[in-house]
């Protein structure tokens, strides 16, 4: 089957809406002249997002030398495109289905996600990049596979087939879903993306995890952040010894890494115990 993007737009309204005080909060951190105190007023009349917030914040995935004990504090300690990002990854993971008919393990899913947030993260603190600019590469990855919980949830028969062939046919499942939808859950998710208006290079990173970089060497027109999610996601299937999404890394990117990618997972250190100072996010 084909689906065409008037179908995919009618499939995204019917996903719920995001809350409107995350509206709200990508609104105000899109103009120049909003301040700290509009963010922290919108964010504070959501008691859920604000107990999230704060949970993430003092969880030691940002490492914070100080407990943080309100969404002002967080703002003026942490700065506010750190509190946007968080708010943006918990709310899309909140809107998104918790169950599907397809057989797409959600546990799994989440588990995979989170990994390579945490990965990208990891990336982004060796590249020098800030322990607080680098949650956009925390909120990339974990959001990077979002379009295969839509494919799983509107076409459970469909995407069924995708699992199952993939298994048998010993294929990486973005293969089998051009196959059957004529894209892929990278184009999807970025898709859905766009029409969220998410960041930009949020977007860009959701759609280049699979096509652009083992397809090219030009790493030079692509972000930092799309690469980090990329390498981060092939860093993922080499720990995971049943991976079949493992591709060669291109020289350029290498050269980007300034490494090799396995002499790269031995620098980045205890990976797995990254993973689990992050669990808390996606405890529900």
Known sequence: MSIDHKRVAEMFHKLPAFPESVNQVMQLTAQKDSSPQDLVSVIERDMVMTARVLRLVNSPLFRLEREVISVQH???????????NLAISIATAGCLPKSNKAGLDMDEFWLQSLSVGVIAKLLARRRGISEFDS??????????????????????????????????????????????????????????AEDWKLPEQLVSAIRNHHSDFHKSDDAES????????????????????KSKEIRNIPTSVSVWLGNDIDTLIDD????????DRAMMFIQR
């Open 135 to 192: 949650a956009d590469y925390f909120v990339s990855g974990l959001l990077h596979n979002i379009g295969k919980i839509v494919f799983a949830h509107f076409y459970p028969e469909d995407y069924a087939k995708v699992l199952s062939r993939a298994l048998e046919a010993d294929k990486a499942d973005y293969e089998i879903e051009t196959d059957i939808f004529g894209f892929d859950h990278s184009e999807l998710g970025s898709m859905l």
């Open 74 to 84: 967080a703002v003026v300690y942490v700065g506010m495109d750190l509190i946007k």
């Open 268 to 275: 980045l250190g205890d990976i797995e115990e990254e993973i």
């Open 222 to 241: 692509n972000s930092e952040l799309s690469m980090s999610v990329f390498c981060a996601s092939q860093i993922f299937h080499r720990l995971n010894a």
